[in-house]
Structures are given as structure tokens and as C-alpha cells.
């Protein structure tokens, strides 16, 4: 070993010192370079099409950013966040449809602690419904209240289990299903207006309306039962409808027929008397003539009625002259 070339301590701890040195400034590099990066990440943000920013400033709101590639202060100092305010959402009550498109479908597990409502006639519904809705106003979506999606949801049952305690258990099943949707919609909106949400209601949609499932047999059978009832009251309807229109066409006809044909009578009457008066008075005046033509126009009139005709020769003393004793049933 050549103890010349042995490095003394002193020297040797120069040579620590100085790599030290040379490590420490090559650190201090990457920190730098690392804040610099933390620094540009958090000065350049992005927002989507369907989006606003809300930026704020130490926690003040200052305004709205449009989509695109925006700039702003890092280090906490301004906070962006994001709001779709095109995207509709969704929230269902009383059922959770899961997946999309042709393999949507509700889900098996009950959620009736939401969708058990009683009706007006005090009978139990389960109803099953879904709230669309969107942002109109991130501002007071985000300030305004502290939760708006449990406003919505704790909202839209208040409203909709007044609605069917308003309703029959028929009308909400049948008749009434889109006058509830309808209604909900606008008094839902108004309550989420007085409460400053920004949220805009777009539908709201009964899916399914039925009893509960313990007495849905019962119910069953009663449906049936009225809907029995309503099919004979239709077919004595159709039946009634059928016979009576005819017989007061009928009535009408004879009635018509009547008043014709006295009508008639009366007008024949009339002109016969007119006659009778007419021939009264040429009768007056030349008795014979008058009582000739009579004679002549009854004849005429007469005449041709009768099948055969026997002239008499007034002087004749007898008719049997006149009989075919020769024809079937007669003498032999």
C-alpha cells in the first residue's frame, strides 16, 4: 500500500463537504422545480362544455368562468369549482334503477319507508317516481344551501304524498296519474324557489302506482269486481241505447202517421161538405138535372167496381131466367 496517496481526515472530510454541497444544490433544484410544477398545475384550469366555474377568493365568491382553458391565483389563494349546468339529473323514490339503455332495470331491493303514501279514502298506496331536474343558478346551488340534493329529495315527497292524500285511491291509479305530475312539478319548483336552490325542475313522472304487496290479492279482487260492474252497467246502457232511440222512433212515426191520416180525414171531410154544399146549391136550381147527373156519376163511379152486370127489363115478373142453373153448385 502506498501511504503517500492516503487521503489525510482533513482531506477526506472536504470531500464530504463538498459532496454535500453538490447534493444539496442539486436538490434545492428539483424543489424548485417541483413547486414551480405545483405552482403551474394550480394556475391552469379547465371547464368542460356543460360547465360554469365559480371561482372564489379566499372563500368569497367572485364570479362566473366560461368554458375553456382558464388561469388563476394557486396556492389556495382561489378556489374554481366546477357546476354542469346542462346535464340533467336524476333522483327516483321508492325504487333505484340500475345500469343504462336496454340493460336499465329496477332494482329488487323496497325502499317503502319513501313510497307508502295514503290516499284521501285512507287506502295505502306504493308509488314509485322519478325527479328531473337541472342547474339553472351555481351560485345559490352552492351558497345558498348546504345540501341541495337532500332538499330536493325531502321536497318532492312532502309535495307528492299531499297530492295523493288529496286524491282517491282510484283517481291516482287511473284517471289522475299526469294532473299529479303536473301539479307536483310546479309546487315543487315554487318551494325550491322560496328556498333559493338554483335547481330547475323539469319532470316529474309517476313510474308505478300499486297497493302494497299484502293486500294486493284483496285489492286485485275488488278491481275486478268493479270492473264487472262497470262492464254490466255498459252493456245495459248499450242495450238501453239500442231499444229506447228505436222505440221513440217508432212512437214518433205512429205519431206522424196519426196526424196524417187525421189530417187527411179532416181535410176530405172538408172538401166533401164543400161538395155537398156546392151540389145543394145546383140542386136548388134545377132539381132534375142535378138529381140526373148525380145518377150518371154514381153509375160511372159504381159500374166499373161490379164484376157482372144484369140488365132487367122492368116489365119481367121473375129472375129465374137469370141463374145458370148449369154451373158447379148449381141444380141438376
Do not use: C
Not at 146 to 152: F, T, V
Not at 170 to 177: A, F, M, S
Not at 188 to 211: A, C, E, F, R, S
Amino acid at each position: 500500500m502506498d501511504w503517500q496517496n492516503v487521503p489525510r481526515p482533513d482531506e477526506i472530510i472536504d470531500m464530504g463537504r463538498k459532496k454535500i454541497g453538490d447534493y444539496w444544490r442539486l436538490s434545492r433544484w428539483f424543489i424548485i422545480g417541483f413547486i414551480v410544477l405545483i405552482g403551474l398545475k394550480g394556475v391552469i384550469y379547465s371547464i368542460g362544455p356543460d360547465e360554469v366555474g365559480v371561482i372564489q377568493r379566499f372563500g368569497k365568491y367572485m364570479g362566473l368562468s366560461s368554458p375553456g382553458l382558464h388561469a388563476k391565483i394557486p396556492f389556495g389563494i382561489e378556489k374554481v369549482t366546477p357546476v354542469k349546468v346542462e346535464k340533467i339529473f336524476k333522483e327516483e323514490f321508492g325504487v333505484r334503477i340500475s345500469g343504462s339503455g336496454l340493460r336499465a332495470g329496477y332494482s329488487s331491493s323496497q325502499y317503502t319507508e319513501e313510497s307508502l303514501m295514503l290516499t284521501g279514502d285512507l287506502n295505502i298506496l306504493d308509488l314509485r317516481w322519478i325527479v328531473q331536474f337541472k342547474v339553472k343558478d351555481p351560485v345559490k346551488l352552492l351558497f345558498a344551501v348546504r345540501s341541495p340534493l337532500d332538499n330536493i329529495r325531502d321536497v318532492s315527497e312532502v309535495v307528492m304524498r299531499r297530492l295523493v292524500g288529496d286524491y282517491t285511491v282510484d283517481e291516482v291509479l287511473t284517471t289522475k296519474r299526469e294532473e299529479i305530475d303536473d301539479i307536483a312539478q310546479q309546487e315543487m319548483q315554487k318551494i325550491l324557489d322560496d328556498y333559493q336552490t338554483g335547481v330547475h325542475v323539469i319532470t316529474i313522472k309517476l313510474l308505478d302506482v300499486n297497493p302494497p304487496e299484502k293486500v294486493k290479492p284483496a285489492f286485485n279482487e275488488v278491481n275486478e269486481a268493479k270492473q264487472e260492474k262497470e262492464k254490466m252497467i255498459n252493456q245495459a246502457w248499450e242495450a238501453y241505447n239500442k231499444v229506447i232511440p228505436r222505440a221513440k222512433g217508432e212512437a214518433e212515426k205512429t205519431i206522424r202517421e196519426a196526424e196524417g191520416y187525421a189530417l187527411d180525414k179532416i181535410n176530405r171531410a172538408k172538401g166533401e161538405a164543400e161538395r155537398f154544399l156546392v151540389t145543394l146549391e145546383e140542386y136548388k136550381k134545377s132539381p132534375q138535372i142535378t138529381q140526373k147527373r148525380l145518377y150518371l156519376e154514381t153509375l160511372a163511379e159504381t159500374l166499373p167496381k161490379a164484376k157482372e152486370k144484369y140488365i132487367i127489363d122492368p116489365k119481367q115478373s121473375s129472375i129465374l131466367p137469370l141463374l145458370n142453373l148449369g154451373e158447379r153448385g148449381g141444380l141438376k
